[in-house]
């Protein structure tokens, strides 16, 4: 009997290391998931503007030209 509750009381344990250590996996994919909903809301405000102020391709040809230089030198 006390050969049984020893070994309760070690898978016991055992479980209730294997759930803190999920829970904390849990709490950090929660915290990621939120800043990367952060991210994206973001980055769709942003969007928001530029479509709202027409900004087209036409306007960033200078980047493009400056890329190209770049990549020849």
């Given at each position: 009997?006390?050969?049984?509750?020893?070994?309760?009381?070690?898978?016991?344990?055992s479980l209730k290391t294997k759930?803190e250590?999920?829970?904390?996996?849990?709490?950090?994919q929660q915290?990621?998931?939120?800043?990367?909903k952060?991210?994206?809301?973001?980055?769709?405000?942003?969007?928001?503007?530029?479509?709202e102020?027409?900004l087209?391709?036409?306007?960033w040809?200078?980047?493009?030209?400056?890329?190209k230089?770049?990549?020849?030198?």
């Open positions: 009997m006390e050969e049984l509750n020893l070994t309760l009381k070690s898978e016991n344990d759930n250590l999920l829970y904390r996996k849990t709490k950090n915290r990621t998931i939120s800043r990367l952060r991210i994206i809301e973001s980055q769709n405000t942003f969007l928001k503007k530029v479509k102020n027409k087209e391709d036409d306007e040809e200078d980047l493009d030209d400056i890329m230089e770049d990549e020849i030198n």
